[in-house]
């Protein structure tokens, strides 16, 4: 590898040779690209000229007053956009005109990856599905994020709530007596695109080295019950144990949030060596040889007298001097936070974990923070330095600058409703 090479990847990223096509909306999809984006490749938004993604209508929005509820000036941008389609180019493109296909197909000739999540076979009614793409650009990566995968029965759409409710994860997550409850994280909107990503740089290994490129068939349904067959959820109740437990974990006890004197802490002390420590914070360092806490089993069979013990003596201290003890004698501990202190951690803010948004017009907000790239590389950057782009704010840069279309083209294909 040459030096300029090399120089390249620590300034733009480790994927900076790649283009990506973003044909996403809402938040599975753009996740996924974003991800794609914030290590470095370029990617390309391609919206319809009258239907922008979704995201950019969701509340809150920030413009020159701050944070509102609702859109009071024409610039102020959504929060959901600005921290999805950071370090993208936004082009229009409309897939339902006879001439979009066309312009696609020169997108496709400059491409390594399509990145979509429509509703099941409406991009192969536009004509512009995995089997066009392929024939256009033989070693195209083409993503697709959907609800149920492809060939799988189930309605064309899914939300988040939809899929928690399929894959069992509401009757794991609460208390035993409460209804159904719904992880606030949208978590199948979020895990999905990180295996997406996962087979899209795995295909892209492939392609590099056969010449040829696949469809990656990723769904929303598929990721979230495999991870919950992961945890063998249903092996655990035929054996009696409780799957709905509230804020602590029975099969690990002592494990998770106890009430303090001013909010709650969360301590995980499932190991003897843990729990033994838990016992010398609680001042009460006879429990580790008590046969009721001796041993994991003992702990576990013993768990509502233990959980009820630990929850009185947490309940008489503050959050801090609890952690601060608990910490001392080597049990892992925190106090739940808020989310607005959670991204505001020190820690996280010094690695960019977490980043101010900003405004492509206001510049950074001091009060909005949105997601960084939670990847360090020694020899390569990956950040979102760029602001989310404006709706076709890159038709210039793309079609007439990486598909030498002239002015004239352009003119005459925005006129016609194609850009």
């Known amino acids: 590898m040459t030096q300029s090479v090399q120089d390249s990847f620590k300034a733009r990223g480790p994927l900076s040779d790649i283009v990506v096509l973003d044909l996403t909306v809402a938040l599975a999809g753009p996740f996924a690209s974003a991800l794609l984006a914030g290590l470095g490749a370029r990617v390309i938004k391609i919206e319809g000229p009258d239907a922008p993604d979704t995201s950019r209508n969701n509340a809150p929005y920030l413009g020159a007053r701050g944070v509102t509820l609702t859109r009071e000036n024409p610039d102020d941008f959504s929060i959901s956009a600005l921290n999805r389609l950071r370090n993208k180019e936004a082009v229009r493109l409309n897939l339902k005109h006879a001439r979009g296909r066309e312009v696609f197909a020169d997108l496709l000739r400059k491409a390594d990856i399509v990145v979509e999540n429509y509703s099941l076979g409406t991009l192969d009614r536009l004509g512009v599905g995995y089997s066009f793409a392929r ?14 995968g492809y060939g799988s029965p189930g309605p064309n759409k899914a939300m988040d709530a939809i899929i928690q409710a399929l894959s069992g994860v509401m009757q794991v997550s609460g208390a035993e007596d409460d209804p159904p409850t719904r992880i606030g994280l949208p978590v199948a909107d979020l895990i999905t695109p990180l295996f997406g990503v996962v087979g899209i740089l795995s295909a892209l290994h492939m392609a590099r080295i056969t010449g040829i490129g696949q469809h990656v068939d990723v769904s929303m349904l598929g990721t979230l019950t495999a991870l919950m067959a992961g945890e063998g959820f249903d092996l655990l109740e035929a054996l009696g144990v409780p799957l709905r437990t509230g804020p ?12 303090a004197a001013n909010g709650h802490i969360a301590i995980c002390a499932p190991t003897d060596a843990f729990a033994t420590a838990l016992f010398r914070a609680m001042g009460e360092p006879q429990l580790a040889s008590d ?4 041993t994991r089993d003992a702990r576990v069979a013993n768990r509502d007298a233990l959980d009820a013990r630990i929850a009185g003596w947490a309940s008489k201290h503050s959050m801090e001097s609890a952690v601060e003890a608990l ?5 892992p501990a925190a106090a739940v936070r808020s989310p607005r202190e959670a991204v ?13 948004l900003t405004h492509p017009e206001h510049g950074a907000s001091a009060e909005v923070f949105g ?9 390569a950057h990956a950040a979102f330095d760029r602001p989310a782009p404006r709706f076709g704010q890159h038709n210039q840069a793309i079609y007439g600058e990486l ?10 294909l925005e006129g016609s409703g194609v850009i």
């Open 248 to 259: 602590t974990v029975a099969r690990l006890t002592p494990f998770g949030v106890y009430p």
């Open 327 to 331: 910490l001392a004698q080597g049990t």
């Open 344 to 356: 505001r951690d020190e820690r996280v803010l010094a690695r960019e974990e977490c980043v101010p």
């Open 371 to 379: 997601m960084g790239v939670p990847i360090k590389f020694s020899e």
């Open 291 to 294: 046969p009721r806490f001796a």
């Open 403 to 412: 598909l030498g279309y002239s002015e004239a083209r352009m003119r005459e």
């Open 135 to 148: 024939s256009i650009q033989p070693k195209i990566v083409y993503c697709s994020i959907t609800g149920f």
